[in-house]
């Protein structure tokens, strides 16, 4: 995957950022990927849009890795 600015960050942290008023880019501060959580405060929302597919590529290509037969 790309390098991206979105940090991993726990349940905890994510409710305490969105709880807590602050300055960011967009309206979007914490995102949540299954069970992952990332901060993206800092991120524009194309760099959003970008991490987002980038997670998804990730999510097919696990799954393909293991529906695919073996050489």
């Known amino acids: 995957m790309r390098y991206h600015k979105a ?5 905890a942290e994510a ?5 807590t ?6 309206d979007v501060i914490a ?5 992952q ?6 991120m524009t929302v194309a760099e959003i849009d970008a991490f987002v597919a980038d997670l998804a ?5 696990a799954a393909d890795a293991q529906t695919s037969l073996p050489n």
Request: glycine share 6%; hydrophobic share 40%.
């Open 57 to 61: 590529r990730a999510e097919i290509a």
């Open 15 to 19: 409710d305490l950022i969105i709880a």
């Open 31 to 35: 995102l949540s990927h299954g069970e």
């Open 7 to 11: 940090v991993e960050i726990t349940k």
């Open 37 to 42: 959580r990332y901060d993206v405060r800092w």
């Open 21 to 26: 008023p602050g300055i960011c880019t967009t």
